[in-house]
């Protein structure tokens, strides 16, 4: 993310201005080629929320009811993205009814009138192709009952827009913008009456990146399952229009397609979210299983790891575990200190979690959440297992530095289930010291086994972890082995500090038990989730204890109480409260 006040940025919103401007000049589309489809997804509670007059973006709730979302002064520039993105209308379509599409009409054509001619935040080319694949997606809804001045109007400025993202959409950034980017040209350029040949070079243009930016294991540089289900979202919305359109799509933006499908399922918890790592979130309910069913690829991904994470299934329950490096350089910008950190979900409920990005609570919150202990991971001496370099004069958002340069792992089968074993070198330079961790899944699901190690085996790490001894006169390296628990989870100390009890809404109750060796506690956490207006209050398991020897052995297991039925009938539903 460049800095918003350096000479490229400047530069890039003097040109988009100047070529927003230009735009006008565009000969207005006279309408379709044909009816488009609605493929957004949108989320009925946030819609009536909107209508209502709460706006919450980027982590601010403004409460003004009977206002125009353009009336509203904007906190930050994240705010101001997502409200001229126009994502929301996909919520307001999604409740639907007369008095919904007509806030919904009404705030889109004071857009034009507000921002038409070039003004505004809106005209940069990730936010203009997000808007006009919303755009169009909600045609339908939007134009119904409109008097002909005003749908001129509208393909007037779709028409600008598009003409705007032909000339604009290379200065976006490499990665998810610039998906956006190409993927609302293509979009637009097929849609529009007249705009056809805007398209062609664009559908080259994603082609290169899809091979540019797509690994051969279905993974993005930043290793940020979210984005990466973003931009499979948006590649399967361009290859469906080209098909309908009856054009052919390029072979390598369907071989990314398909490369990327199988490695969503690995990070595909078994609720149906996603695993919460290097700045990304569990995606909107639905969203990973409707993208998934759209593309219709239905392989798997073979044995070994999916962007860098291993995936362990049994029964109802999920394991992922963050199993590879970091990202490297830009890529890790919004990277997590999270190596061999898991999570686990047990049917619809997630139980072991990360805390997850702070992004829309701050850049406090934001560094907070990348650091090793907001994840389900060991943390020695209070240090993270990667650290956050200065923020240079190129960006205002740090690379990870120092961070695991190798992690090797090993996933086999274990007498009654299934074996992670996995190590990183990120504390060695600090203290000389290599974390090993061992998972094992039963066949059933209903019991995880882990055993965490803390080893020097090298003389020039024995000789490193002496140092530290010494430092500390002998008294041992503090570490903690934290257990991140979802909020909805309700957990007791029990036998003195013995066993922990886990209780899962579904009415489930798991049990943490270790080898006695240290000390158990139970501790507040957070959970730190876009949509919401705080932080949410948690809690986490903390096994403490101090390394003094060259190997250090933790043992602990988490499993399902006898009493618990082998499927539990899980029907709640939690709905949107923005107050928690």
């Not at 080319?125 to 909600?138: A, E, K």
């Not at 040949?197 to 540019?212: M, R, T, V």
């Not at 392989?299 to 590879?324: C, K, N, W, Y």
């Not at 996995?422 to 899944?441: M, Q, W």
Request: glycine content about 10%.
């Amino acid at each position: 993310m460049s800095n918003p006040n350096g000479f490229a940025a400047r530069k890039a919103r003097f040109l988009n201005r100047v070529h927003a401007r230009l735009a006008t000049r565009t000969r207005a589309a006279t309408g379709f080629v044909s009816s488009p489809e609605p493929r957004t997804i949108g989320s009925f509670a946030k819609g009536r929320q909107l209508v209502a007059g709460n706006f919450l973006f980027a982590g601010y709730l403004i409460e003004a009811p009977q206002t125009s979302i353009w009336a509203l002064r904007s906190p930050d520039a994240s705010f101001e993205g997502q409200r001229h993105g126009f994502a929301w209308m996909d919520d307001l379509a999604a409740v639907g009814d007369v008095s919904t599409r007509e806030t919904a009409q009404g705030w889109l054509w004071e857009w034009i009138d507000r921002f038409g001619r070039g003004a505004g935040a809106g005209w940069t080319p990730d936010l203009t192709g997000r808007r006009l694949i919303r755009w169009i997606n909600h045609a339908l809804f939007v134009l119904r009952g409109q008097e002909s001045e005003q749908s001129e109007a509208f393909y007037h400025s779709l028409a600008q827009q598009t003409t705007f993202l032909s000339k604009r959409w290379h200065s976006a950034s490499p990665g998810l913008p610039r998906f956006e980017a190409l993927t609302g040209l293509i979009y637009a350029g097929l849609s529009l009456e007249g705009m056809e040949d805007l398209a062609k070079p664009a559908i080259k243009a994603l082609a290169k990146e899809c091979a540019i930016q797509v690994d051969r294991e279905g993974g993005l540089p930043t290793r940020n399952p979210e984005e990466l289900l973003a931009v499979f979202t948006l590649l399967t919305w361009a290859a469906a229009a080209l098909s309908e359109a009856g054009l052919e799509t390029p072979a390598a933006h369907l071989e990314a397609i398909e490369r990327i499908a199988p490695t969503l399922r690995t990070l595909r918890h078994s609720d149906g979210g996603l695993a919460r790592f290097h700045g990304g979130g569990r995606g909107q309910e639905g969203w990973l299983d409707h993208a998934l069913a759209s593309a219709g690829i239905k392989t798997s991904q073979p044995e070994g790891l999916s962007m860098g994470f291993a995936r362990l299934s049994a029964g109802r329950t999920s394991v992922i575990v963050d199993a590879f490096v970091p990202p490297k350089g830009d890529a890790s910008r919004s990277g997590h200190a999270s190596t061999l950190a898991f999570e686990l979900t047990s049917g619809r409920r997630p139980l072991i979690v990360s805390c997850g990005s702070g992004a829309s609570f701050g850049a406090e919150w934001r560094r907070a959440g990348r650091a090793t202990p907001s994840h389900s991971a060991v943390v020695l001496d209070g240090y993270s297992s990667a650290r956050l370099g200065n923020a240079d004069r190129a960006s205002s958002l740090e690379t990870l530095i120092d961070a695991p340069k190798h992690v090797p792992i090993e996933i086999s089968r274990a007498p009654d289930g299934l074996r992670f074993q996995g190590g990183h070198d990120g504390f060695e330079k600090i203290h000389g010291l290599t974390h090993a961790r061992t998972l094992e899944l039963t066949f059933d699901g209903r019991g995880l086994a882990g055993e965490d190690m803390l080893l020097a085996m090298e003389e020039a790490q024995k000789r490193r972890f002496d140092r530290s001894m010494d430092e500390v006169q002998l008294s041992g390296i503090p570490f903690d082995v934290r257990f991140h628990l979802h909020p909805e989870v309700d957990a007791t100390l029990h036998l003195g500090g013995a066993a922990i009890s886990v209780a899962l809404k579904s009415g489930e109750i798991w049990v943490f038990r270790h080898d006695g060796k240290f000390n158990l506690s139970l501790e507040p956490s957070v959970y730190l989730e876009t949509g919401r207006l705080k932080p949410r209050a948690a809690q986490q398991i903390v096994l403490s204890g101090r390394a003094v020897e060259y190997a250090t052995r933790i043992r602990w297991s988490l499993s399902k109480a006898q009493e618990t039925a082998i499927g539990v009938r899980d029907l709640n539903r939690d709905e949107l409260d923005l107050t928690k």
